[in-house]
């Protein structure tokens, strides 16, 4: 059994780390910029965290303060044998605040790409019909590329949407030889890699993001390697051009030959997430801009 005085000071200073986090993550919603850590779906419940940590903190608050000794306990669980230990230990829970606050809330980028590993290709190469006649999958899972492909071949311009960005580009690559020479407009971050001999590799990408930014992947479509760009990395642009057949690592990939790229804002929604139903989402949005 501790001494009822350390455990009191241990009930504060839990009581203040959760205190942090529930003023953290209200900084987050004040400052809309909690899209930048964890994805919509998630972010609606992360927005209600600050009231159940605040009571949490007050009710150990409450214990340290007045509780009487024959009711505090330790809980069967040890504390740290020394104040070294539980310094090392608070501070595992100190440290992704300090980096929080610390750090700018922004999008990742192209150094995160690079450590994550940049792939632009999304389905196996060997799945799909590559028939001119038409789309389609035995299996279930590309048959919905399959569906969305069908629609997006049809179109003269072919628009990366932000709500099927990943899709879109999936679909493409899977029947690559199909949507060679269709015009494209896509927009995202430039993301440029050195290659092999120096050479760069330029890509327009976004981060896919599924929960948070901890499982997020970088996604994009690769640039004509001979596509000449003075921007820097990270920098938002919009393409508009035909896409091609490229040449990537030991296969080939869906390309973008540009005919356009200019310089636009970031966007208020960087990330882009994966779609329950792509042909339904697709239909709608299609409906909504009259595509």
Not at 54 to 72: I, N, Y
Not at 75 to 99: D, I, M
Not at 144 to 151: D, P, S, Y
Not at 205 to 231: E, M, N, W
């Amino acid at each position: 059994m501790n001494d009822p005085r350390v455990i009191r000071v241990h009930y504060m200073l839990r009581a203040a780390i959760l205190l942090l986090f529930a003023l953290f993550i209200a900084h987050l919603v004040q400052q809309d910029a909690l899209h930048y850590y964890v994805a919509p779906r998630l972010a609606r419940w992360v927005r209600l965290c600050p009231l159940p940590l605040v009571l949490m903190a007050l009710s150990l608050a409450l214990q340290a303060l007045f509780g009487k000794r024959g009711d505090l306990c330790d809980c069967e669980h040890r504390l740290p044998a020394s104040g070294v230990a539980g310094g090392a230990l608070y501070s595992l829970f100190l440290f992704p605040l300090l980096l929080g606050l610390l750090l700018p809330d922004r999008a990742l980028g192209s150094a995160a790409a690079a450590r994550k590993g940049f792939e632009f290709a999304y389905t196996s190469p060997e799945a799909g019909n590559r028939s001119p006649g038409g789309f389609s999958a035995e299996d279930p899972y590309e048959a919905e590329f399959a569906a969305l492909a069908g629609r997006l071949h049809s179109l003269p311009v072919i628009p990366v949407l932000p709500e099927l960005f990943s899709e879109t580009v999936g679909a493409m690559n899977l029947y690559k030889e199909q949507f060679a020479g269709k015009s494209v407009q896509v927009t995202g971050f430039l993301y440029r890699e050195k290659g092999p001999g120096g050479l760069e590799t330029f890509a327009v990408s976004r981060f896919l993001v599924q929960c948070c930014t901890a499982d997020a992947t970088p996604v994009g479509i690769l640039l004509h390697p001979q596509t000449p760009i003075s921007l820097p990395a990270d920098t938002w642009i919009q393409v508009r051009g035909k896409l091609a057949v490229i040449s990537y690592g030991s296969g080939d990939v869906i390309g973008l030959v540009p005919d356009e790229i200019r310089t636009v804002t970031q966007p208020a929604a960087p990330y882009v997430y994966t779609s329950a139903d792509s042909v339904a989402a697709w239909d709608e949005l299609s409906s909504a801009a009259g595509y």
